[in-house]
T-cell receptor
Framework: QKEVEQNSGPLSVPEGAIASLNCTYS??????FFWYRQYSGKSPELIMS????GDKEDGRFTAQLNKASQYVSLLIRDSQPSDSATYLC??????????FGAGTTVTVRA | GAVVSQHPSWVICKSGTSVKIECRSL??????MFWYRQFPKQSLMLMAT?????????EQGVEKDKFLINHASLTLSTLTVTSAHPEDSSFYIC???????????FGDGTRLSIL
C-alpha cells in the first residue's frame, strides 16, 4: 500500500464548477497535511496546510481533514481555467519528510 | 512570505562539468532544506535532506560524492552536481522549512541539461 494515495485523474470540470480532490494516507500518526499545486514545467506551490480535523477555507479552496478515516480532501469552488494543474497531496511522515501522492491532474474547461 | 529563491533557473553545459545550484530562503530561517529531482511526467523524488551546520542525509541510491550538498547557514543551501553526465539532466528543485511541522516551500527549480 502506498503511503499517500490520491483519486486517479485526470479530472475535468467546467468553469465555475467545484473540483473535488481526495487523498488517503497510511501513517496513522501523521499530524501535518498539505496541498500543493504544480503547473506543468514548474515547481510545486503551497495552497493549503491543515493540522486539525474539520474544514479550513482559504478563498476558493477548502481543505477537509478526518484523521480517524485517514482522509484529507481539497475542494476548489468556482473553478477557473487558471486552476488547471496537477494537485499534490503531501503528508508529513514521522521523520518529517513529505510523502507525496502521485497527483491529480485537473483540467478546467472554459 | 515564505519565499525560496533558487538559482540558476536553467543550465546547459558539457559533459564532465560540475554545476552548482543555490537555494536561499529570503524571509525566514530554514532549519531544514531539501533537494528533489523530477523527471518529466514523474513524481518528485527526494534526493537529500540537509540541516544547517550538519552533513546532509541522502536517500537510498543517491550518490553523496556525486551530489554535494552544503547547508552553511540558515538561509542558504547549495547542491553541486559533480562531473555531470547526460543522465544527470533533470529538473532539480529545492525546498526549505522553518520548523518540522511546517510546510516545505519550494524554489522555482533548476532545469539542468548536460550535452
Amino acid at each position: 500500500q502506498k503511503e499517500v494515495e490520491q483519486n486517479s485523474g485526470p479530472l475535468s470540470v467546467p468553469e465555475g464548477a467545484i473540483a473535488s480532490l481526495n487523498c488517503t494516507y497510511s501513517d496513522r500518526v501523521s499530524q501535518s497535511f498539505f496541498w500543493y499545486r504544480q503547473y506543468s514545467g514548474k515547481s510545486p506551490e503551497l495552497i493549503m496546510s491543515i493540522y486539525s480535523n474539520g474544514d479550513k477555507e482559504d478563498g476558493r479552496f477548502t481543505a477537509q481533514l478526518n484523521k480517524a478515516s485517514q482522509y484529507v480532501s481539497l475542494l476548489i469552488r468556482d473553478s477557473q481555467p487558471s486552476d488547471s494543474a496537477t494537485y499534490l497531496c503531501a503528508v508529513n511522515s514521522n521523520d518529517y519528510k513529505l510523502s507525496f501522492g502521485a497527483g491529480t491532474t485537473v483540467t478546467v474547461r472554459a | 512570505g515564505a519565499v525560496v529563491s533558487q538559482h540558476p533557473s536553467w543550465v546547459i553545459c558539457k559533459s564532465g562539468t560540475s554545476v552548482k545550484i543555490e537555494c536561499r530562503s529570503l524571509d525566514f530561517q530554514a532549519t531544514t532544506m531539501f533537494w528533489y529531482r523530477q523527471f518529466p511526467k514523474q513524481s518528485l523524488m527526494l534526493m537529500a535532506t540537509s540541516n544547517e551546520g550538519s552533513k546532509a542525509t541522502y536517500e537510498q541510491g543517491v550518490e553523496k560524492d556525486k551530489f554535494l550538498i552544503n547547508h552553511a547557514s540558515l538561509t542558504l543551501s547549495t547542491l553541486t552536481v559533480t562531473s555531470a553526465h547526460p543522465e544527470d539532466s533533470s529538473f532539480y528543485i529545492c525546498s526549505a522549512r522553518e520548523q518540522n511541522d511546517q510546510p516545505q516551500h519550494f524554489g522555482d527549480g533548476t532545469r539542468l541539461s548536460i550535452l
